[in-house]
């Protein structure tokens, strides 16, 4: 959607993790893992749902395209 409205999207490199709640890192990390919403509502006790929208936010703070993008996130700060 960012290339159809012509926005620029980040790097991973780029991305700023310092707006992230508590729990969002927690699904960061856990979709760093490879984790699907399911598997991750399992991990923490949530609902799928409430995952999902955690990691549409995920997106949209960090301005990653795709779980990958959260994953080399992770990895590149968690050394």
């Known amino acids: ?7 620029r999207t980040a790097h991973p490199d780029e991305l700023d993790g310092e ?4 729990r969002e890192r927690e699904i960061a990390v856990l979709v ?7 598997d991750i509502a399992a991990e923490l006790v949530i609902s799928a749902r409430t995952v999902e929208t955690h990691v549409r936010h995920l997106m949209t703070k960090l301005g990653a395209g795709n ?3 959260i994953a080399t996130w992770v990895v590149a700060t968690n050394g």
């Open 19 to 22: 707006c992230l709640t508590k």
């Open 67 to 69: 779980r990958t993008q």
């Open 1 to 7: 959607m960012a290339y159809a409205l012509g926005e």
């Open 32 to 38: 760093g893992e490879g984790l699907s919403n399911r």
